[in-house]
């Protein structure tokens, strides 16, 4: 049963008043790139797809995000948890979602959603028994449901902004979503594959495979352009570690990912390309012998170059004391061509 649209937007006027049209554009301006909402609706699939997972652990379904681009609008397509009144309330407010009752969600139907807004002035949302547009930015309307397969959920979004004309919108997106990149999928968890395709023939695809050990968890990238070649395949190593607020409160995690090249036993470390992240040497040391300390290991930092931005890192199975796992990890400014390297013994 949908809920009760007409009670939602009148609370919302109650809310926000008659003039939130007037400063609602404001929503778009927050980020550099008009794009930015893709990356919104991401995050939003993500916890949809993990809430959909608690809430059916023994059913299988499936893992993937579509974005299908035509000229006059977007559709993006997840099988996540459907809608309730509470994410058609959360999607309708202004900075309210659903993130706050669990620190592990990453998006939410609050600001960063409203992004979407630099494109369009009604988005439509299809997903169970909720089928309604958004007006104004925080008042939901019921509209006929469009076609959806069972455990679908369907953004729609028009391009009818009077400042961005469709073609401008139709070009910008193509772009951004030729240039997602499979490395966005990297700290994700549910999302197991980004398919796009656009009016024009072109489509692409961005592919992530998982599988977890004891102290990390082994990620690996694929994807395919919109030429139809195939993207060098990646492999990264995933460390997380959870982190506490001031005042001692779960406060989510914190991960680190290493690029890593190579087969059978011994693997080296790449440099990962155009990464905006360097680690601090002080910081990370503390962090992976805190690590270490926590899983039982011991850990000797061996650095025989201060004067290279390299240091190494040994540890050993406190049990038997045999080495495990030997690091060689560059910070900030390795230099080029440099080789560093994990291996088993």
Not at 120 to 125: L, Q
Request: proline share 6%.
């Amino acid at each position: 049963m949908p809920s009760d649209y007409a009670a939602i937007s009148a609370e919302n006027t109650v809310k926000y008043g008659t003039e939130v049209s007037y400063y609602g554009s404001d929503f778009a301006d927050r980020y550099s790139e008009r794009t930015h909402f893709i990356f919104e609706l991401l995050q939003n699939a993500e916890d949809a797809l993990r809430w959909r997972e608690e809430a059916e652990p023994d059913h299988q379904f499936p893992r993937n995000v579509t974005f299908r681009l035509f000229p006059e609008h977007l559709e993006i397509i997840h099988f996540g948890l459907p809608f309730t009144g509470e994410h058609v309330r959360a999607i309708c407010s202004i900075k309210r979602g659903t993130k706050a009752k669990n620190l592990n969600d990453i998006g939410k139907f609050g600001i960063g959603f409203k992004s979407m807004y630099a494109y369009t002035k009604r988005p439509e949302v299809h997903s169970g028994d909720e089928h309604f547009v958004i007006e104004q930015y925080v008042h939901p309307c019921p509209v006929p449901p469009r076609p959806t397969d069972k455990g679908q959920t369907l953004f729609y979004i028009p391009f009818d902004h009077e400042e961005i004309p469709s073609e401008q919108a139709y070009a910008e997106i193509s772009a951004k979503l030729a240039k997602l990149g499979y490395r966005t999928l990297l700290f994700l968890n549910q999302i197991e594959s980004v398919d796009w395709t656009v009016s024009d023939g072109r489509s692409g695809r961005y592919g992530r495979q998982a599988s977890l050990h004891n102290n990390y968890r082994e990620v690996a990238l694929s994807g395919r352009n919109e030429a139809g070649k195939d993207f060098p395949k990646q492999r990264w190593l995933i460390f997380s570690r959870a982190v506490n607020s001031i005042k001692g409160d779960d406060a989510g995690q914190v991960e680190i990912a290493f690029k890593i090249i190579g087969d059978g036993s011994r693997h080296s470390i790449a440099r990962a390309e155009d990464s905006t992240l360097a680690p601090v040497y002080e910081l990370f040391e503390g962090w992976l012998a805190s690590c270490c300390k926590q899983r039982n290991y011991n850990m000797a930092i061996l650095c025989p170059k201060p004067s290279i931005w390299a240091w190494a890192i040994r540890v050993f199975r406190s049990a038997c004391l045999e080495p495990h796992l030997v690091w060689s990890i560059p910070l900030v400014r390795p230099p080029i061509g440099q080789r560093v390297w994990l291996g088993k013994y």
